[in-house]
């Protein structure tokens, strides 16, 4: 009876007259034998038969809680349809939701009552971890502070790491740090999970998380721990503090760089432009903008100055454009903080102004990208880039439709949720995401793989160029600057690839490297089967 209750074990109806006998299951199943792949349909059946996402989010976490090979099977063979429920945009949906659809906990909470006993804690957990996405939950996708609900996310992205990169089950935790929310709705909500009281600040946080990456480094040696969804000024500070010493990666800042990155070689590629000649105009100064920014004026350093490049990435925030001598800014934004530049106070005349060859929005502002906005875009350029990369749908600059109708098609458009393809004047566009998901699970599988003892800038792009080596001339004919998800393995491999062999090259890697770098990584990916 246990192992029907263990989903890393249970194969439901799909064990076999054989295990059966020998388990002790017999009488405990019906008595017809499934296979895997009927399972999976009946999965497929059900799901596609409930009237919303939510619902479908709901049921594919009961899968995950009750057969994880059969949930991983599905998630894989149906990425297209499954990603979109399990991740972004419907993840977000669900974290708003997470007191009211709880069923089972997954994952681990820790909360800053458990303070100086952490270890302690982390000790309750089964498995040998690898990897740990762990959240405070202060800045949940664009949705703000969610507080223990947050722990959505790490579940969603670990779900990933396993069906796009084979990062194995039972090698991933995730990990909420609930320090309080000041989200007034969440305090105020009967089934709100988490602490009711108001955040962590300061040396009480600044404690208690590294109580926590101490405690995560020592139960888990060599465990990858990646930072998820943390407000601004935290985000910024624990990267810093912990990546040279530590295993870690803020996904926010580094794969959302590397995954836009990606998205430019490809828009040049069809634009015929030269990375150092773009000018690129930021909606957005936090994680997001200055990541990407910080990794494109890096690519652009292969043809320019890093002066040069650096006036080429500009940043609008919520009080206009980022300049010189500009009051109270943070430290993140001073690299393009420009002189001679006078202030701007909204995005549009900055657009005017700047003429940018690309916007990208990073600012959880929905529809931030007006109409105005995309045909001055339009105007200025023959193939304006256009991302609007804020999630989830709802906070979206604009939707695929209107970026492709406001720039008469000549858009080079890519969006941080799921679009469907868009029909104009008879020509048919598939927008791609520009969402992390497509860098983090071969990161991940590439710094496990080699053991490498850090996570570098170096590392992320790397993975860029891997990303946009993917894209095929066919992508590109059809708008899309990504490869399509149902290749993401494949994606993966080669992304974990490049990873690693920055980490042998660099000395990173436990050990010399080996004849062949795909071949390690490979081996080591989990294959969803009975
Ligand atoms: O989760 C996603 O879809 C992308 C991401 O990291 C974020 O929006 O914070
Ligand atoms: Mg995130």
Same mark, same amino acid.
């Not at 708003?96 to 100086?116: E, H, T, V």
């Not at 664009?142 to 084979?166: E, F, Q, T």
């Given at each position: 009876?246990?192992?029907?209750?263990?989903?890393?074990?249970?194969?439901?109806?799909?064990?076999?007259?054989?295990?059966?006998?020998?388990?002790?299951?017999?009488?405990?199943?019906?008595?017809?034998?499934?296979?895997?792949?009927?399972?999976?349909?009946?999965?497929?059946?059900?799901?596609?038969?409930?009237?919303?996402?939510?619902?479908?989010?709901?049921?594919?976490?009961?899968?995950?809680?009750?057969?994880?090979?059969?949930?991983?099977?599905?998630?894989?063979?149906?990425?297209?349809?499954?990603?979109?429920?399990?991740?972004?945009?419907?993840?977000?949906?669900?974290?708003?939701?997470?007191?009211?659809?709880?069923?089972?906990?997954?994952?681990?909470?820790?909360?800053?009552?458990?303070?100086?006993?952490?270890?302690?804690?982390?000790?309750?957990?089964?498995?040998?971890?690898?990897?740990?996405?762990?959240?405070?939950?202060?800045?949940? %996708?664009? %949705?703000?502070?969610?507080? #223990?609900?947050?722990?959505?996310?790490?579940?969603?992205?670990?779900?990933?790491?396993?069906?796009?990169?084979?990062?194995?089950?039972?090698?991933?935790?995730?990990?909420? %740090?609930?320090?309080?929310?000041?989200?007034?709705?969440?305090?105020?909500?009967?089934?709100?999970?988490?602490?009711?009281?108001?955040?962590?600040?300061?040396? #009480?946080?600044?404690?208690?998380?590294?109580?926590?990456?101490?405690?995560?480094?020592?139960?888990?040696?060599?465990?990858?721990?990646?930072?998820?969804?943390?407000?601004?000024?935290?985000?910024?500070?624990?990267?810093?503090?912990?990546?040279?010493?530590?295993?870690?990666?803020?996904?926010?800042?580094?794969?959302?760089?590397?995954?836009?990155?990606?998205?430019?070689?490809?828009?040049?590629?069809?634009?015929?432009?030269?990375?150092?000649?773009?000018?690129?105009?930021?909606?957005?100064?936090?994680?997001?903008?200055?990541?990407?920014?910080?990794?494109?004026?890096?690519?652009?350093?292969?043809?320019?100055?890093?002066?040069?490049?650096?006036?080429?990435?500009?940043?609008?925030?919520?009080?206009?454009?980022?300049?010189?001598?500009?009051?109270? %800014?943070?430290?993140?934004?001073?690299?393009?903080?420009?002189?001679?530049?006078?202030?701007?106070?909204?995005?549009?005349?900055?657009?005017?102004?700047?003429?940018?060859? #690309?916007?990208?929005?990073?600012?959880?502002?929905?529809?931030?990208?007006?109409?105005?906005?995309?045909?001055?875009?339009?105007?200025?350029?023959?193939?304006?880039?256009?991302?609007?990369?804020?999630?989830?749908?709802?906070?979206?600059?604009?939707?695929?439709?209107?970026?492709?109708?406001?720039?008469?098609?000549?858009?080079?458009?890519?969006?941080?949720?799921?679009?469907?393809?868009?029909?104009?004047?008879?020509?048919?566009?598939?927008?791609?995401?520009?969402?992390?998901?497509?860098?983090?699970?071969?990161?991940?599988?590439?710094?496990?793989?080699?053991?490498?003892?850090?996570?570098?800038?170096?590392?992320?792009?790397?993975?860029?160029?891997?990303?946009?080596?993917?894209?095929?001339?066919?992508?590109?004919?059809?708008?899309?600057?990504?490869?399509?998800?149902?290749?993401?393995?494949?994606?993966?491999?080669?992304?974990?690839?490049?990873?690693?062999?920055?980490?042998?090259?660099?000395?990173?890697?436990?050990?010399?490297?080996?004849?062949?770098?795909?071949?390690?990584?490979?081996?080591?990916?989990?294959?969803?089967?009975?």
């Amino acid at each position: 009876m246990t192992l029907l209750r263990d989903p890393l074990l249970n194969k439901g109806t799909a064990f076999t007259e054989a295990e059966r006998a020998a388990l002790g299951l017999r009488g405990l199943l019906p008595p017809c034998v499934l296979t895997m792949e009927t399972q999976a349909e009946r999965v497929l059946t059900n799901l596609r038969a409930l009237p919303t996402d939510l619902e479908k989010y709901v049921a594919l976490n009961a899968l995950h809680d009750r057969n994880e090979a059969l949930f991983f099977r599905v998630v894989v063979d149906n990425i297209d349809e499954v990603q979109p429920i399990i991740y972004t945009p419907t993840v977000g949906l669900a974290c708003q939701k997470y007191g009211l659809i709880f069923q089972r906990p997954r994952g681990m909470f820790i909360s800053s009552r458990d303070r100086g006993q952490i270890a302690e804690i982390l000790k309750n957990w089964p498995y040998p971890a690898k990897l740990i996405v762990v959240t405070d939950g202060e800045r949940i %996708l664009g %949705l703000g502070d969610l507080g #223990a609900n947050g722990m959505g996310i790490p579940v969603g992205k670990l779900s990933l790491y396993s069906a796009c990169a084979g990062v194995h089950p039972e090698q991933c935790l995730p990990v909420v %740090l609930d320090v309080g929310t000041n989200n007034e709705e969440l305090l105020n909500d009967p089934y709100y999970l988490g602490l009711r009281e108001r955040r962590l600040t300061g040396e #009480a946080y600044d404690s208690f998380v590294d109580e926590f990456m101490q405690a995560a480094r020592k139960t888990f040696p060599d465990v990858l721990i990646q930072f998820e969804d943390f407000a601004n000024h935290s985000a910024f500070k624990l990267l810093h503090k912990y990546r040279d010493e530590a295993c870690v990666f803020n996904d926010d800042i580094q794969g959302t760089a590397a995954v836009a990155l990606a998205g430019l070689f490809s828009a040049l590629r069809v634009s015929g432009g030269k990375l150092k000649d773009q000018k690129i105009l930021f909606l957005g100064a936090g994680e997001a903008a200055t990541g990407i920014a910080d990794l494109v004026v890096s690519a652009m350093m292969a043809g320019a100055t890093e002066a040069e490049a650096l006036r080429r990435n500009w940043l609008v925030d919520s009080r206009g454009l980022v300049v010189s001598g500009r009051e109270g %800014l943070s430290g993140h934004k001073l690299r393009y903080a420009h002189a001679g530049q006078a202030p701007i106070a909204d995005f549009l005349t900055a657009i005017k102004t700047l003429k940018p060859t #690309a916007i990208i929005g990073v600012a959880a502002v929905g529809g931030a990208f007006t109409p105005e906005v995309l045909k001055a875009m339009a105007e200025l350029n023959e193939q304006p880039i256009v991302f609007a990369l804020s999630n989830p749908t709802s906070k979206a600059e604009c939707s695929a439709e209107d970026a492709y109708r406001y720039t008469e098609g000549r858009a080079l458009f890519a969006c941080g949720s799921p679009y469907d393809p868009v029909t104009l004047s008879g020509r048919t566009f598939v927008p791609r995401q520009g969402n992390n998901s497509y860098i983090f699970p071969g990161v991940g599988l590439g710094v496990i793989a080699s053991r490498s003892r850090l996570v570098t800038d170096e590392m992320f792009m790397a993975a860029a160029h891997a990303l946009a080596d993917c894209v095929g001339k066919e992508d590109l004919a059809q708008g899309s600057l990504y490869p399509a998800l149902p290749r993401i393995r494949e994606v993966s491999v080669r992304i974990a690839a490049a990873v690693a062999d920055v980490a042998y090259q660099r000395g990173l890697a436990d050990g010399p490297a080996p004849n062949d770098v795909k071949a390690l990584v490979q081996s080591q990916m989990y294959e969803p089967k009975y």
